[in-house]
C-alpha cells in the first residue's frame, strides 16, 4: 500500500483523506506527480479533484503522508508548504477582486526576485492593466493573472485548478499555451475538464472517481481508449462526437490554425 | 445656525471618539471575522494609563497630554497583542468559543480595573485651553472637541497610508478579502492579525484617553458604554469597511447630538437608524460581508 515514491517524482500522495464540511470527499489518494511536465487529474464533477489540491495544501482538513522535494510536508501549515516553491491557481481564479493588478501580482512575490518580466511577456493584457482593480478584468485576464501570480515566483511545483473553466475558446487557447510555456521549466499538476487541452498538455493522467483514483497512466492511452473516456469521464472523448467542454477546444485549435 | 454648527461640531466630536473605538473594531472584524467585545477594555486600561502618566508628570502641560495619548496608545497596543497571541490566535474559526472569550475579558478586566482604581470616578486635569471656548460662526463650540475631530483624522489618514502604501496594509487588505488565498500564496496570515489587534488596540488607547477627557473623569466603565455605540457604528458602516465606519462614525453622532438638542431622545434616533439600516441594506453602507 505504501508503496516507495519513484525518484523522479516531485509530489507523492499517500492514503489522502479529506473532509469537506464533515463530508468525506477524498478517501485514501495516492499518486504521485512526475518531476517533469503536466500531469492531468481527472474525473467528473464533484469527484474531489479541488478537494484533493486543497488536500495537498492544507487548506482543507486532511491526513495522509505527504512528501514534495523529498521533504514530509503534511504537518505544515499552507504558507508554509507554499513557501517550499508551490505555485497555486485555484479553481475560479479567487484573484484579489479589490486590489488591483499590480498588488496582485506584488502580494504574491515571495522573494526579492520575482520573475516580472517572464509574466508581463506572457500576458502583456496584464501590463497595461496594471493599476486596475482586478474585479473589473474579464474571465480570461482573471485568469492571466491568477496565472501570473503563480509563475512570478520560480517555483518547483505548480497545482492549476480548472485554468479554462468558463472561458472563450481563444482565451482557453492563450492560457494553454502559457501553460505550455510553464510546463518547460516547471512541473504541472493540472485539473482540467477539457479533454483537448489534457491532450495538448498532459504526458500523464490520474483519474478520480468518488473520491478514489481509479486510473492512473500514460495520458494518450487515456485519451485514444473511448471506451476508458466513457466510463471515467461520462463524456466522449472522440472528435466525431465532441461532448460541450471538448467542442470549445477544438474550435479554439481551428482558429489558431 | 450658530445652533446647528455647535451641534455639528460637537456631533463631529463625539464622532471622532466613535471611530477611533470603531476602526479597531471594523478592521479586526473585516480581517479575522472576530467581533472583539474586549474592546472595550483596550480603551479603558488605554484610559487609565494615560491618566497614571499624566498626573505624575503634571497634567496641565500640553506636553504631558500628547505623551499621554502616545501611553495610551501604547498600553491599548500591547493589551490588545497579548489578547490576540494569548486567547483569540487559538479561536478563529470558533465564533460561539471567541464571543466567549471576549466578552468574559470585558467582564474580567472591568472587576480588576475595580480593584485597582476603585468604582468611582476620577476627575482629571488638563490643558487649560481644553476647557475653552472657541467661536464659529456664532457658536461657542468646547476646544476639546476640535482635538477629537483632529486625533480623529490623523488615525484615519495614518491607517489609510498604511494599508495603501505598505506590505503588511497589502496583505491585511487582500486577507479581508480572502484570507485562505493568502495563505496560499505562502503568506502567514497571522502575523497580519496580530498586527491589526495592535491598531486597533492603539486607536482604542487614543480614544480612551480623549474619552476620559471629554467626560472629564475615568473609571472602569467608560470603555463599555463607548464600545456599544462603537458597535453600532461599525455595524451601519458595514463590519470590515473603514472608510464605513469613519463615515457612519460621524453621521451617528451628529444625528444622535441633533436628537438629543431637539427632543432628547439621541440614543433612540441611533438604535433606529440602525434597525433602519440592517432592514434595508443589512451588510451596512459600504460593507461586503453580510
Ligand atoms: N463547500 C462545500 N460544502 C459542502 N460540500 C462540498 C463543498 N465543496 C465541495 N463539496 C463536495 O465535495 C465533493 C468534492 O468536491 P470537489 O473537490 O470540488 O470536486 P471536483 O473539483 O472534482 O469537482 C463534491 O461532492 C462536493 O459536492
Ligand atoms: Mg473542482
Keep these: ?257 | 445656525m450658530s445652533t446647528i454648527v455647535l451641534l455639528l461640531i460637537t456631533g463631529l466630536g463625539l464622532g471622532a471618539l466613535y471611530f477611533l473605538v470603531a476602526s479597531g473594531l471594523s478592521l479586526i472584524y473585516g480581517l479575522m471575522d472576530v467581533l472583539n467585545f474586549a474592546h472595550g477594555s483596550f480603551l479603558t486600561l488605554g484610559a487609565f494609563a494615560g491618566w497614571e502618566f499624566a498626573r505624575r508628570f503634571g497634567a496641565d502641560s500640553w506636553g504631558t497630554f500628547l505623551l499621554s495619548l502616545l501611553v495610551g496608545a501604547a498600553v491599548g497596543a500591547i493589551f490588545a497583542v497579548l489578547t490576540e497571541l494569548l486567547l483569540i490566535r487559538k479561536l478563529y474559526e470558533r465564533l460561539i468559543e471567541q464571543v466567549l472569550v471576549t466578552v468574559g475579558l470585558a467582564l474580567a478586566t472591568v472587576a480588576l480595573f475595580e480593584g485597582i482604581w476603585g468604582q468611582d470616578p476620577i476627575y482629571l486635569t488638563a490643558p487649560a485651553w481644553m476647557g475653552g471656548q472657541t467661536n464659529v460662526l456664532g457658536a461657542s463650540i468646547p476646544n476639546d472637541r476640535f482635538l477629537y475631530i483632529a486625533a480623529a483624522v490623523i488615525v484615519l489618514i495614518a491607517i489609510v497610508l498604511f494599508l495603501k502604501f505598505t506590505r503588511f496594509g497589502l496583505i491585511i487588505r487582500a486577507g479581508v478579502e480572502n484570507r485562505s488565498m493568502v495563505t496560499a500564496l505562502g503568506i502567514d496570515v497571522r502575523s497580519a492579525f496580530t498586527l491589526v489587534f495592535a491598531i486597533g488596540g492603539a486607536a482604542a488607547g487614543i480614544g480612551g484617553v480623549l474619552a476620559s477627557h471629554y467626560n472629564g473623569y475615568v473609571s472602569p466603565y467608560i470603555g463599555g458604554s463607548l464600545l456599544i455605540f462603537a458597535f453600532i457604528v461599525t455595524v451601519i458602516g458595514g463590519l470590515g469597511s473603514l472608510s464605513g465606519a469613519a463615515i457612519a462614525s460621524a453621521v451617528v453622532a451628529v444625528l444622535q447630538q441633533f436628537a438629543n438638542y431637539h427632543w432628547g431622545i439621541g440614543d433612540l434616533v441611533v438604535v433606529l437608524l440602525l434597525a433602519a439600516v440592517l432592514l434595508l441594506r443589512p451588510s451596512g453602507l459600504l460593507g461586503s460581508k453580510a
Design chain 1, 1 to 257: 500500500m505504501n508503496a516507495p515514491a519513484p525518484s523522479d517524482s516531485i509530489l507523492t500522495v499517500r492514503n489522502l483523506s479529506a473532509k469537506v464540511a464533515g463530508q468525506q470527499v477524498v478517501e485514501d489518494v495516492s499518486f504521485d506527480v512526475p518531476a517533469t511536465g503536466v500531469t492531468a487529474l481527472l474525473g467528473r464533477n464533484g469527484v474531489g479533484k479541488t478537494s484533493t489540491i486543497k488536500g495537498i495544501l492544507g487548506l482543507i482538513e486532511r491526513k495522509g503522508e505527504l512528501t514534495f522535494a523529498g521533504e514530509r510536508i503534511e504537518r505544515l501549515r499552507t504558507h508554509k508548504i507554499v513557501q517550499r516553491g508551490i505555485g497555486y491557481v485555484p479553481e475560479d481564479r479567487e484573484v484579489f477582486s479589490k486590489l488591483s493588478v499590480a498588488e496582485n501580482l506584488r502580494l504574491a512575490e515571495r522573494t526579492s526576485k520575482p520573475r516580472r518580466e517572464l509574466v508581463d511577456n506572457l500576458f502583456p493584457d496584464l501590463v497595461e492593466r496594471a493599476a486596475q482593480k482586478a474585479g473589473t478584468l474579464s474571465g480570461g485576464q482573471q485568469q492571466m493573472l491568477s496565472l501570473g501570480r503563480a509563475l512570478i515566483n520560480e517555483n518547483r511545483l505548480l497545482l492549476v485548478d480548472e485554468p479554462t473553466k468558463g472561458l472563450a475558446p481563444i482565451i482557453v487557447s492563450q492560457v494553454a499555451d502559457a501553460l505550455a510555456e510553464a510546463a518547460k521549466t516547471v512541473p504541472i499538476l493540472l485539473v482540467e475538464q477539457n479533454l483537448q487541452v489534457v491532450r495538448q498538455l498532459a504526458e500523464d493522467v490520474i483519474v478520480l472517481d468518488g473520491g478514489r483514483v481509479v486510473y492512473t497512466g500514460k495520458a494518450k492511452t487515456l485519451l485514444d481508449d473511448e471506451t476508458l473516456i466513457h466510463r471515467f469521464l461520462g463524456v466522449s472523448g472522440g472528435d466525431s462526437h465532441p461532448a460541450p467542454s471538448v467542442a470549445s477546444a477544438t474550435s479554439a485549435q481551428e482558429e489558431r490554425a
